[in-house]
């Protein structure tokens, strides 16, 4: 079946360690997007890309990078540098560019915890 | 900054319609006006969108003013199941920047 997948589900990592979230779709989609959400908040864009080997800073990139090698994948590297990394984390794709209605597929999100 | 204002929550009774309204006052003309929702602790799941024209599917019903600066979700027979945060986004073209606000948090009363 068509979709976005995110792994792993929950991670756990020490301070100061480096972390890459997982997102992988196979849904066609040029673009994709990463969002952070924390307790009782709404989703705050980190990067997003429209094309592969090409993305855009969020309103909250610091501490964070992302690559876009291929179509189908986003990773989402959380560094040492983020001094607030325990959050619920969100891929997303959707079509770029005309057609498609352009609504946005989500996958089920990574829980991180740092301890 | 999010381009849309909401409720931060609201109720509604089982069985009843849930209005749930949404400002946009500087929205573009060439801006989409898009609607997700979020159960806990899951991904948002897209509702319904449009431009300027009033807009329904099995899921919801969208009402957009005709000026465009604000517009009205509206599920029509609110179940338990509806409980979740929802999100009014605007946006101009299928991959473009999306800035989500806080969204509402819809509460349906038994």
């Known amino acids: 079946d068509g979709g976005i997948t995110q792994s792993p589900k929950y991670l756990f990592r020490k301070e100061g360690q480096n972390v890459t979230l997982s997102c992988e779709q196979n849904?066609?989609?040029?673009?994709m997007y990463w969002y952070r959400q924390d307790p009782g908040q709404g989703l705050r864009l980190i990067y997003y890309?429209?094309?592969?080997?090409?993305?855009q800073k969020g309103d909250i990139a610091e501490g964070y990078s992302v690559s876009r090698e291929k179509k189908e994948s986003f990773p989402l590297t959380v560094t040492s540098a983020q001094k607030n990394p325990t959050a619920f984390y969100l891929c997303a794709s959707s079509h770029a560019g005309q057609g498609g209605t352009g609504e946005l597929f989500f996958g089920e999100g990574s829980r991180l915890t740092v301890l | 900054d999010a381009k849309t204002t909401q409720p931060p929550s609201m109720d509604c009774a089982e069985g009843r319609a849930a209005n749930l309204p949404c400002n946009h006052s500087t929205i573009s003309g060439n801006e989409y006006v898009y609607w997700y929702r979020q159960i806990h602790s899951q991904g948002p799941q897209y509702i319904i969108h449009?431009?300027?024209n009033n807009e329904t599917n099995e899921m919801a019903s969208l009402i957009i003013t005709e000026d465009r600066k604000s517009s009205t979700l509206i599920l029509p027979h609110a179940t338990l199941r509806d409980t979740a945060v929802y999100y009014c986004i605007v946006r101009v073209a299928p991959g473009d920047k999306i800035i989500f606000g806080k969204g509402t948090r819809l509460h349906i009363l038994p």
């Open positions: 849904l066609n989609h040029d673009a």
């Open positions: 890309s429209q094309i592969v080997n090409d993305f």
């Open positions: 449009g431009l300027k």
